[in-house]
């Protein structure tokens, strides 16, 4: 269920809508992989958040991400692009 420019949402209210129903759908399929129900309602947030508005997951979120991608790529929820910010922060750290 990724979203494409032509359907994102265009006010901020149609906008967190949008991140809360397609939230609880991811929600539900981070659970029925086996991913512990607090953690999932995190990474479904961020995951949404990611595919309706744009917005990068934060530093805990993308920890979460990486530590289930197996399953949140079982949950078919991987988003290529959804931990590059996080990589290239890391990137920066470690080059300071």
Not at 27 to 34: A, D, I, K, S, T
Not at 35 to 52: H, L, N, Q, Y
Not at 59 to 66: F, K, M, N, T, V
Request: proline share 5%; aromatic share 8%; glycine share 4%.
């Amino acid at each position: 269920m990724f979203l494409s420019a032509d359907t994102l949402p265009q006010d901020r209210q149609q906008c967190n809508r949008a991140i809360k129903r397609v939230g609880v759908l991811y929600w539900q399929r981070l659970c029925q992989v086996g991913i512990p129900r607090g953690d999932a309602r995190k990474i479904a947030a961020a995951i949404a958040k990611f595919d309706v508005a744009r917005r990068p997951p934060a530093p805990e979120q993308a920890q979460l991400i990486e530590r289930y991608s197996s399953l949140v790529c079982r949950a078919q929820l991987w988003r290529r692009d959804l931990l590059q910010w996080h990589a290239q922060v890391q990137i920066s750290k470690q080059g300071s």
